[in-house]
């Protein structure tokens, strides 16, 4: 993500410390602290052509600050695929994918101050960092100068292992890379959140999207459909940008103000200058300078999805006979991944998701392949115990 070798596709991911809930008492005998290495269920890939099967590897025994975590749900993420798929480059077998996980606290460490056993809580796309560079003390783990240490397949910075992810029935992460469940949110569509929701939450907030902003979403997939929801929710008029006439009553139930045909040179041509902001969530190479042609002077374009170079080239005047400005943005740190929780289970946001069990993930990661899911699927990890 920060770089190559940590980057992680984001088709895909907590509240300012000050919100942050803290038990304001609590007894000693609800500290469950676990010594030992634990046992886990998952599901992994042991190459890149073969499919996902079941696999039972050690968790390591928790640390101080560690929080030990019953999975309940794991999102599926695009680049659960593309990682195990060695897409990249960069993938290490076995691996457990999964980084959208929900779930319960079994046992807590000694240093553990914000979370004590049964709560509810989230661990989303990193579980650890530097914690000692500027961009960690902003609470922008995200953008750690020695790069986070990803939720799978990521070296853990203390001894060396390979993380793995949440198609497991457990985990065990440090508490600052915890974020807890908000009352009433729903669980299921919350695991997306941790990845698809913070990607989209984290740029409209930087950017500074207010009410009136006009802000043009591209694509509709597990990202855009949350662009359009946050986006509206902040109270933006919001446009949706597809290639498919079919996605237009889509958009609208999302809650997309206006569509527009993204192939068609006549929409585009009247929407010259019209945006303040576009957030582009494509995972594929595109040319983005309709798009930029698309904004008002001083607008700004937001890449979120590509991790690609730009194809075709981007015209320079594009950019610099409007003062435009072209941007990226990649998930979020902790405080903004709790503060989109909270945004959510405040406004009633969630995300479109189907349930499946954990036998069904490749027969899932081949329909995701052909985009046929709306929006995420979600895994029921109750199924494991049955596997």
Known sequence: MASAERIDHTDSVFA??????????????????????????????????????PWDFERRAPRPDDVSIEILYCGVCHSDL???????????????????IVGRVTA?????????????????????????CKACNEGLENYCAEGFVMTYGS???????????????????????????????????AAPILCAGITTYSPLKHYGVKPGDKVGIIGMGGLGHMG??????????????????????????QGADHVVISTSEDEMGAITETFDFMLDTAPVQHDINPYLNALKPDGTHILVGLLEPLDPAVFGANLVSRRRVLAGSLIGGMPETQEVLDFCAENGITCDVEMIDIDQINEA??????????????????????S
């Open 16 to 53: 300012p410390r000050s919100t942050v809930r803290h038990p304001s008492s609590r007894s000693r005998d609800t500290v469950m602290t676990q010594t030992t290495v634990a046992l886990a269920k998952g599901y992994a890939a042991h190459s890149a052509t073969t499919p996902l099967v």
């Open 82 to 100: 593309h990682f195990a798929r060695d897409d990249w480059g960069m993938a290490s077998y076995p691996v457990v994918p999964g980084h959208e």
């Open 108 to 132: 807590v460490g000694d240093d553990v101050s914000q979370y004590q056993v049964g709560d509810l809580v989230g661990v989303g796309c990193m579980v650890d960092s530097c914690r000692q």
């Open 155 to 189: 070296p853990d910075r203390h001894d060396g292992t390979l993380t793995q992810g949440g198609y497991a029935d457990k985990v065990v992460v440090s508490e600052r890379f915890v974020v807890r469940m908000p009352n009433g949110i729903d669980l299921k569509s």
């Open 228 to 253: 359009v929801k946050l986006a509206k929710a902040l109270g933006a008029e919001v446009t949706l940008f597809t290639r498919s006439e079919s996605k237009k009553a889509e958009a609208r139930k």
């Open 365 to 386: 990661w081949d329909r995701m392949q052909k985009g046929d899911v709306k929006y995420r699927f979600v895994i029921d990890m109750a199924s494991i115990k049955e």
